[in-house]
């Protein structure tokens, strides 16, 4: 994959068309799919993070080529609609957040899962880096899932999040973990709670990056 972040938009583009080209020509591959082409963030911090996206694919309904789509959504949009479309367990954080986590409108549409419309005066900036486990400049806990919820797949919490495994975690004392690169912790007697952060890490913040890398190339089923 390319990001983009340390080069230009056209850089960028020509990498995504190299990319994407092949692909939309190999019927195999744009059967019953769904790929979403988007950036993460915009380069003004003062104004909203409102990005561009494109939605491609043969289950794009064809009265809704072409057009545009003004419902407020953000990454967490495609793991919602991810789990509405074959509805799947949530995951108990942003996904189930309802002014975050709005459904693709023809796979609601589809499945009946009623979007919240958001005020533009409510849309929230979306530009600002929070705390985070991983980030030793800046620590902050992994929150506790929201079992209380229905998600868009209309269940309930994925059941491995359950319990304890969904408890919010801590960061360990600087002075016990050493950072690497790659975002693992080591130290002794951090070794139990870098362990459980790096489960829930990869069962809960991971996801959305996954299918938005995969470009939801996994079959669409409405």
């Not at 390319?2 to 583009?13: L, M, P, Q």
């Not at 949530?90 to 919240?116: C, E, I, K, P, W």
């Not at 362990?195 to 938005?212: C, D, Y």
């Amino acid at each position: 994959m390319n990001d983009g972040h340390d080069s230009t938009v056209d850089v960028a583009g020509n990498w995504s068309r190299t990319f994407l080209a092949p692909l939309l020509n190999n019927t195999a591959f744009t059967n019953k799919t769904l790929i979403l082409l988007t950036f993460d963030e915009n380069e003004t911090y003062t104004i909203k993070n409102n990005i561009w996206a494109l939605l491609l694919g043969d289950v794009i309904p064809s009265s809704l080529r072409g057009t545009t789509d003004n419902t407020f959504y953000t990454h967490y949009s495609a793991l919602s609609t991810v789990e509405a479309n074959w509805g799947l367990y949530h995951l108990g954080r942003g996904d189930v957040n309802t002014t975050y986590s709005n459904v693709f409108s023809f796979v609601a549409n589809s499945t009946g899962y009623q979007n919240t419309q958001v005020p533009s005066s409510e849309i929230p900036y979306d530009n600002f880096t929070s705390s985070g486990y991983f980030d030793t400049s800046n620590p902050g806990p992994i929150p506790a899932v929201n079992t209380t919820p229905v998600g868009a797949g209309g269940r309930g919490i994925l059941p491995v999040l359950k319990g304890a495994q969904g408890n919010a975690i801590n960061p360990p004392p600087a002075s016990s973990t050493t950072a690497t690169a790659s975002g693992s912790a080591s130290g002794a007697s951090a070794s139990s709670s870098s362990s459980a952060a790096l489960r829930q890490f990869s069962i809960g913040s991971g996801l959305p990056f996954i299918f938005l890398g995969v470009a939801f190339a996994i079959g669409f089923v409405i």
